[in-house]
């Protein structure tokens, strides 16, 4: 990711080659609030290459979010290791950045400021960089608005931007759209599709909605309920760029099912 | 979303401000009427007071008085906010501060302001060192109360983004901790300024300096029109004082409500 990379990829349309492969090994986590074993994640091995579009599947409470937090550095798994090309990471890094669930845009900032940020804290802000990613996001004219100013999809769109302006090698997003309503959704999806065209960043995405999980993804891992382990890894063999009229097409349909029968098994099971 | 939105948001409607005098107007009323019927007696109805007032804030010793105890409030006030803002941060922040310091501030801060009177004349070299002291501690404990909450009120998840975003705890301390706690900083700064108030005019009464001796002077010779004109007084330099902080605050933290 050193500056010629990225004049490289200005100039013409090969692909950026990026950093952002994450391995993780037999990660683990065992909460313990009052000696109560909780398993939230167990024994989860998963390799996502740079560049991969990634999501993870499975109901609340199956502690994929747990996974992600492992992932971002912000918790460190009770057993086995986090890789991100090839090194073991140590907590929370500006290669790989979070969106969460709900906005965590700084209320005490401006839109522009919050985009400014991370640049800012390395000492790199670029005049107008804030600006023409805002666009990029559709929220011209927002800079000097504060978060709360925002509708709930404009403040996802605005902490994409934020996250973009940081240029991390790999993006963590925790159900990122699930708090929005389903046009709102769908735009966001799109949108965030051709982010990822564009950048060839990593991207690891939680979700608990299977369209949304298939739509976007290379692949989808599909986790058990607590703990949360791997089901099944499925590809998503469908054509690239994709629109929300494929969600229509046969293919699209068969891997629906084909994941929803997965789910449905595996609601039966942890009922058993 | 326009910035224009939001400063109407902030400023009160008129209905609100006429609402305010309604209830000034209804305060007159009470009291005219228990002074003309005589039911405390002696208490000067509020033309009385009023004219003791005027009277009062031409007299050159209220305006010594008045100086001398806004002094005292302004050097008192800035101290404990000196050192509150920054500890009540730290504690908030980071347990191990929270573990040493706070169990102790937790056994001093019940103790009522009058009981230090004696104590603080003993040790401090002189009755205006007591009486900063005394003042002091009034707006001490709320600020560094608030100070603490406003910290431990801030979600984590953004000092998570800060640190995803490539941010060291110092980034976290400036970008995340400090701004996340103003507003509750803002209401600690106008309730210590209430009690600073409340503390310097005990302190004062006793000590024999500024506004609060001037009131106690006022009962020792039986003028009953000047104490009241000078608790008047005192309710209105609390207030402005108060007024003055809020304003601070509303302009500086346009970015929320404060409910103070």
Same mark, same amino acid.
């Given at each position: 990711?050193t500056?010629?990379?990225?004049?490289?990829?200005? =100039?013409?349309? %090969?692909?950026t080659?990026?950093?952002? #492969?994450?391995? /993780?090994?037999?990660?683990?986590? !065992?909460? +313990?609030?009052?000696?109560?074993?909780?398993?939230?994640?167990?024994?989860?091995?998963?390799?996502?290459?740079?560049?991969?579009?990634?999501?993870?599947?499975?109901?609340?409470?199956?502690?994929?979010s747990?996974?992600? =937090?492992?992932? %971002?550095?912000?918790?460190?798994?009770? #057993?086995?290791? /986090?890789?991100?090309?090839?090194? !073991?990471? +140590?907590?929370?890094?500006?290669?790989?950045?979070?969106?969460?669930?709900?906005n965590?845009?700084?209320?005490?900032?401006?839109?522009?400021?919050?985009?400014?940020?991370?640049?800012?804290?390395?000492?790199?802000?670029?005049?107008?960089r %804030?600006?023409?990613?805002?666009e990029?996001?559709?929220?011209?004219g927002?800079?000097?608005?504060?978060?709360?100013?925002?509708?709930?999809?404009?403040?996802?769109?605005?902490?994409?931007?934020?996250?973009?302006?940081?240029?991390?090698?790999?993006?963590?997003?925790?159900?990122?759209?699930?708090a929005?309503?389903?046009?709102?959704?769908?735009?966001?999806?799109?949108?965030?599709?051709?982010?990822?065209?564009?950048?060839?960043r990593?991207?690891?995405?939680?979700?608990?909605?299977?369209?949304?999980?298939?739509?976007?993804?290379?692949r989808?891992?599909?986790?058990?309920?607590?703990?949360?382990?791997?089901?099944?890894?499925?590809?998503?063999?469908?054509e690239?760029?994709r629109?929300?009229?494929?969600?229509?097409?046969e293919?699209?349909?068969?891997?629906?099912?084909?994941?929803?029968?997965?789910?449905?098994?595996?609601?039966?099971?942890?009922?058993? | 979303?326009?910035?224009?939105?939001?400063?109407?948001?902030?400023?009160?409607?008129?209905?609100?401000?006429?609402?305010?005098?309604?209830?000034?107007?209804?305060?007159?009323?009470?009291?005219?009427?228990?002074?003309?019927?005589?039911?405390?007696?002696?208490?000067?109805?509020?033309?009385?007071?009023?004219?003791?007032?005027?009277?009062?804030?031409?007299?050159?010793?209220?305006?010594?008085?008045?100086?001398?105890?806004?002094?005292?409030?302004?050097?008192?006030?800035?101290?404990?906010?000196?050192?509150?803002?920054?500890?009540?941060?730290?504690?908030?922040?980071?347990?191990?501060?929270?573990?040493?310091?706070?169990?102790?501030?937790?056994?001093?801060?019940?103790?009522?302001?009058?009981?230090?009177?004696?104590?603080?004349?003993?040790?401090?070299?002189?009755?205006?060192?007591?009486?900063?002291f005394?003042?002091?501690?009034?707006?001490?404990?709320?600020?560094?109360?608030?100070?603490?909450?406003?910290v431990r009120?801030?979600?984590?998840?953004?000092?998570?983004?800060?640190?995803?975003?490539?941010?060291?705890?110092?980034?976290?301390?400036?970008?995340?901790?400090?701004?996340?706690?103003?507003?509750?900083?803002?209401?600690?700064?106008?309730?210590?300024?209430?009690?600073?108030?409340?503390?310097?005019?005990a302190?004062?009464?006793?000590?024999?300096?500024?506004?609060?001796?001037?009131?106690?002077?006022?009962?020792?010779?039986g003028?009953?029109?000047?104490?009241?004109?000078?608790?008047?007084?005192?309710?209105?330099?609390?207030?402005?004082?108060?007024?003055?902080?809020?304003?601070?605050?509303?302009?500086?933290?346009?970015?929320?409500?404060?409910?103070?």
């Amino acid at each position: 990711m050193t500056d010629s990379t990225q004049i490289a990829s200005n =100039e013409t349309d %090969a692909p950026t080659y990026r950093d952002g #492969s994450v391995h /993780v090994e037999s990660v683990s986590k !065992v909460y +313990d609030p009052d000696g109560e074993h909780v398993v939230a994640v167990e024994d989860v091995t998963l390799h996502i290459e740079a560049g991969e579009f990634v999501t993870v599947l499975g109901p609340s409470g199956c502690g994929k979010s747990t996974l992600l =937090e492992c992932i %971002a550095g912000f918790t460190e798994p009770t #057993s086995g290791n /986090v890789y991100v090309d090839g090194e !073991v990471i +140590d907590g929370p890094s500006a290669e790989r950045g979070v969106v969460f669930q709900s906005n965590r845009l700084l209320p005490w900032m401006t839109i522009e400021e919050n985009v400014d940020i991370g640049p800012k804290m390395r000492g790199a802000v670029e005049d107008g960089r %804030a600006s023409q990613l805002l666009e990029r996001m559709g929220l011209e004219g927002t800079e000097n608005a504060y978060p709360s100013e925002l509708s709930g999809g404009m403040q996802q769109r605005a902490e994409i931007a934020r996250l973009l302006a940081n240029d991390p090698d790999i993006m963590l997003m925790d159900e990122p759209f699930s708090a929005l309503d389903a046009l709102t959704k769908e735009m966001l999806q799109e949108m965030l599709l051709e982010v990822w065209d564009d950048d060839n960043r990593t991207v690891l995405f939680i979700t608990h909605d299977v369209e949304e999980a298939l739509f976007l993804a290379d692949r989808v891992l599909v986790m058990t309920a607590g703990p949360g382990r791997v089901k099944e890894i499925i590809d998503v063999d469908l054509e690239r760029p994709r629109d929300l009229s494929m969600t229509t097409t046969e293919e699209f349909t068969a891997l629906k099912d084909r994941v929803l029968h997965l789910i449905h098994e595996e609601a039966r099971e942890a009922m058993e | 979303m326009s910035t224009a939105t939001a400063i109407e948001r902030r400023l009160p409607s008129l209905f609100d401000v006429s609402r305010r005098f309604v209830s000034l107007a209804g305060l007159l009323l009470v009291w005219t009427a228990i002074s003309s019927a005589g039911l405390i007696g002696g208490l000067p109805g509020p033309l009385a007071a009023l004219t003791a007032l005027v009277a009062l804030l031409g007299n050159p010793l209220i305006h010594e008085s008045i100086s001398i105890s806004l002094l005292h409030i302004l050097g008192s006030f800035v101290v404990a906010a000196a050192i509150g803002v920054p500890l009540g941060l730290l504690i908030g922040w980071k347990a191990v501060v929270h573990d040493l310091v706070f169990p102790s501030l937790e056994i001093l801060r019940p103790v009522p302001p009058i009981a230090w009177i004696p104590l603080t004349i003993l040790v401090l070299p002189s009755m205006r060192s007591s009486i900063m002291f005394i003042t002091f501690l009034g707006a001490f404990f709320p600020i560094l109360l608030n100070t603490i909450r406003g910290v431990r009120d801030i979600e984590a998840d953004y000092a998570r983004a800060i640190k995803s975003l490539g941010g060291t705890p110092t980034d976290v301390f400036r970008n995340v901790i400090y701004p996340g706690a103003l507003p509750s900083i803002h209401t600690g700064l106008v309730v210590g300024m209430g009690l600073a108030w409340v503390n310097l005019v005990a302190a004062e009464m006793v000590a024999d300096e500024g506004i609060g001796r001037f009131v106690w002077v006022s009962y020792t010779s039986g003028n009953f029109e000047n104490i009241v004109a000078s608790v008047i007084l005192i309710g209105a330099l609390g207030y402005a004082s108060s007024e003055v902080i809020r304003f601070v605050g509303r302009w500086q933290l346009s970015w929320t409500q404060l409910d103070d």
